[in-house]
T-cell receptor, first 113, second 116 residues
Framework: DVKVTQSSRYLVKRTGEKVFLECVQDMDHENMFWYRQDPGLGLRLIYFSYDVKMKEKGDIPEGYSVSREKKERFSLILESASTNQTSMYLC????????????FGPGTRLTVT | AQTVTQSQPEMSVQEAETVTLSCTYDTSESNYYLFWYKQPPSRQMILVIRQEAYKQQNATENRFSVNFQKAAKSFSLKISDSQLGDTAMYFCAFMGGGTSYGKLTFGQGTILTVHP
């Protein structure tokens, strides 16, 4: 079975802190994604990566950065957390070949106070 | 840019009955994929069913089937013989073809509650 894990299920941080969210997949997937999930808005793509050290902005990249130093690991970084970044963060991964089905991690519920 | 719309924020159904969740999308592409994902309470998102736009036949997976109307840009999910375990948030998602790297555009989600 494909396994996508995220470093924390719940996280509470203070405004202005630097926050790291880690995601690891064990299926040798080329593509990895970070989404945030908010009620009424569905999932919105923050950043994605199609190869080691390669990254591209998604629909809402402002206030976030990412790092992919190894194929299996994709990190989301909040440089200076703000209260409007309180959300559920979901990581996903997929092969580059079709049908490119995405497999999701359990999510990290981040609260910024 | 593609958009995906789920117009039903919440739905409920009695166990063993059939329910249909609606999804519409907007795209100028001719080759794409559509998905329904399920997110049970406090559990991971999983794929329910997938439809390739070039296939005219509607996809089915056991109790789950879709009604894909390409001209109308509509992609509804039918759940037959609903079970308590079907209670979840359901998301419709669009993936373009070509060099999109498999990015998904999601709808807003529909919360489905199955009552005993």
């Amino acid at each position: 079975d494909v396994k996508v894990t995220q470093s924390s299920r719940y996280l509470v941080k203070r405004t202005g802190e630097k926050v790291f969210l880690e995601c690891v997949q064990d299926m040798d997937h080329e593509n990895m994604f970070w989404y945030r999930q908010d009620p009424g808005l569905g999932l919105r793509l923050i950043y994605f990566s199609y190869d080691v050290k390669m990254k591209e902005k998604g629909d809402i990249p402002e206030g976030y950065s990412v790092s992919r130093e190894k194929k299996e690991r994709f990190s989301l970084i909040l440089e200076s957390a703000s209260t409007n970044q309180t959300s559920m963060y979901l990581c996903a991964s997929s092969f580059e070949s079709y049908p490119r089905e995405q497999y999701f991690g359990p999510g990290t519920r981040l609260t910024v106070t | 840019a593609q958009t995906v719309t789920q117009s039903q924020p919440e739905m409920s159904v009695q166990e063993a009955e059939t329910v249909t969740l609606s999804c519409t999308y907007d795209t100028s592409e001719s080759n794409y994929y559509l998905f329904w994902y399920k997110q049970p309470p406090s559990r991971q998102m999983i794929l329910v069913i997938r439809q390739e736009a070039y296939k005219q036949q509607n996809a089915t997976e056991n109790r789950f089937s879709v009604n894909f109307q390409k001209a109308a840009k509509s992609f509804s999910l039918k759940i037959s013989d609903s079970q308590l375990g079907d209670t979840a948030m359901y998301f419709c998602a669009f993936m373009g073809g070509g060099t999109s790297y498999g990015k998904l555009t999601f709808g807003q989600g529909t919360i489905l509650t199955v009552h005993p």
